[in-house]
């Protein structure tokens, strides 16, 4: 066993490492990443399909001057919150590779085993909305030549489940994606230069627009707390640590430069077509941004698969807390990640995990109402709440009272908006549950 000298912040750690770069309690690559990868994982993640459905879920329910104002401001304390959880990544000499091994450090056994409760909860719905953006974009491919109904909804599913599997099985830990974080980012481009120039020629060429909020006064109230709630889902991942995890020491350092690269320069394709298609459809917006532009069949054909495409890698990211874990504790992982007995494993064990995601998003395609219970349930705790709570208690002594009460504003505020985003999706998912059955054809 060879021992590598990480340095962490203004520290430096000896911590017991593989030649093949992993830690002894994880059989995924560890401090391999330059931070410039890591920013291109945070901004697949932020730049996915979801940002089609942004202008329709977020500026159509709060309009041009609270959603403006919102997502600015969702950015800025999304950072702030991010970059808490990325100083607190070495605490009591050792590194916390994941979200729940960081909360069970300083909270205890009980909070270990919540925060992966939550976490994971959070990432299975993530990355079942992700097959379900897969099979609307094979879907919305198909209607562009034949309208005839026979391709439906959980078939396109069911063989977007079957693809994000095959990538799956070939890319074996977060760091092995490399040149398809290139791939990726050339996908989003795709499809957001796509959406934002044919938003543009639509909505030049349009009458004036509606851009009034629509509804009755209580079912504003209530989209207005989902859209909200969708503020904080656009930027943050709910699995930082682990991202954190991948980079090369300095690894504070490096995750603050890859965190202001995901805010700064990796967010401007998120604020082009959010702002772009609602300027263009205003209330009529849908929320799946490529369905309301008009332009070339080639051209929204070629947009649709790279919609595909992109959503088939963002979807391994989210994934790939689940995977370290069934890695870790199930596989053999040391070796070669291609030999038989690892690709066999990750055939069966991530197979497996995939056809439950896929058989969830064909019963339930409307499930980004569940998505909202969840996020508001895990995404807001998990990111805000938690994250300077923790602060509070690893920091306590080496802050101000105005810090402190900073901090604590930030605690109450956001379980407080908690609270309310979740009551407001369980009335969501009561209205929608009268409209949609399983296995519709959306």
């Known amino acids: 066993m060879a021992t590598t000298t990480i340095e962490i912040g203004d520290r430096e750690e000896n911590s017991p490492r593989d030649v093949d770069g992993t830690l002894d309690d994880t059989a995924h690559q560890i401090s391999h990443d330059p931070w410039y990868q890591v920013g291109f994982v945070l901004t697949t993640g932020v730049n996915s399909a979801y940002v089609l459905g942004y202008a329709g879920s ?23 919150a991010n970059a808490l959880l990325a100083r607190l990544h070495e605490v009591g000499g050792k590194r916390h590779i994941r979200y729940r091994d960081l909360a069970g450090y300083i909270y205890g056994r009980r909070m270990y085993a919540l925060t992966w409760a939550l976490q994971y909860i959070n990432l299975f719905m993530i990355n079942t909305g992700f097959i379900i953006l897969a099979g609307q974009a094979l879907k919305a491919i198909y209607i562009l030549y034949r309208n005839d109904g026979l391709l439906k909804l959980p078939y396109c599913i069911a063989i977007s489940g079957f693809v994000c599997a095959l990538f799956a099985f070939g890319i074996p830990h977060l760091s092995a994606l490399r040149i398809w974080l290139g791939f990726s980012t050339f996908f989003s481009l795709i499809y957001i230069f ?3 120039v044919l938003s543009t020629r639509d909505g030049i060429n349009a009458a ?12 504003k109230i209530f989209n207005t707390i989902g859209a909200l709630a969708s503020l904080v889902f656009a930027y943050n991942t709910g699995m930082l640590p682990e991202i954190q995890a991948t980079v090369r ?10 965190l202001i690269f995901q805010f700064t320069i990796g967010s401007l394709p998120l604020y082009a077509v959010t702002f772009m298609g609602y300027w263009a459809y205003g209330s009529s917006t849908s929320t799946y941004l490529l369905n ?29 807390p689940t995977y370290e874990y069934l890695d870790t504790k199930y596989g053999r992982g040391k070796g070669d990640a291609f030999s038989l007995h690892n690709l066999s494993f990750r055939i069966v064990v991530r197979g497996g995990y995939l056809t439950v995601n896929t058989l969830v998003a064909a019963l339930l395609p409307f499930l980004g109402d569940f998505m909202s219970l969840t996020g508001a349930l895990s995404t807001f705790p998990l990111t805000f709440v938690l994250a300077n709570h923790m602060y509070l208690k690893v920091k306590k002594s080496k802050l101000s009272t105005l810090q402190k009460t900073w901090h604590w504003l930030n605690v109450v505020a956001f379980g407080c908006l908690s609270v309310a985003a979740a009551v407001a999706a369980v009335r969501l998912i009561v209205v929608d549950s009268k409209t949609y059955h399983v296995f519709a054809d959306l």
Do not use: C
Not at 60 to 79: D, E, F, R, Y
Not at 249 to 258: G, Q, S
Not at 292 to 311: E, I, R
């Open 58 to 80: 977020i500026m159509v329910h709060l309009g041009w001057i609270a959603g403006t104002t919102g997502l600015l401001l969702a950015a800025a304390i999304s950072l702030y």
């Open 208 to 219: 004036p627009r509606d851009y009034s909020i629509p509804g009755s006064h209580i079912s």
């Open 194 to 196: 796509t959406a934002f």
């Open 249 to 258: 020491p300095p690894v504070v350092r490096n995750m603050e430069r890859a």
């Open 292 to 320: 309301s532009v008009s332009g070339p069949l080639w051209v929204k054909t070629a947009a649709n698969v790279a919609a595909f495409l992109q959503t088939v890698i963002a979807l391994h990211i989210f994934a790939s």
